[in-house]
């Protein structure tokens, strides 16, 4: 009777503990929109010369001297 006892409570625990990861698909992304898969490289990053927020090269805008900014605001304000 010990054994039979000590079986069901290794089965129930094996089904708690294996059966669970099956089951449970992952959590949708923050705000519930997809999330693409990453293409190609990372992109490189730049600070903006005014306010120092990093932003990828390819949405960063470029003065006359190359320095980049956030924002056709910043460029025209300048560097800090």
């Not at 009777?1 to 099956?22: D, E, H, N, T």
């Amino acid at each position: 009777m010990k054994y039979f006892v000590l079986a069901a409570i290794l089965a129930v625990v094996g089904l708690l503990f294996f059966g669970r990861g099956r089951s449970r698909k992952p959590p949708p992304p923050a705000g519930g929109a997809p999330v693409a898969p990453r293409q190609g490289p990372p992109a490189e990053m730049l600070a903006c010369a005014h306010c120092g927020v990093h932003l990828p090269r390819a949405d960063a805008l470029f003065d006359a001297g190359g320095q980049p900014y956030c924002s056709p605001e910043h460029r025209v304000s300048g560097p800090r």
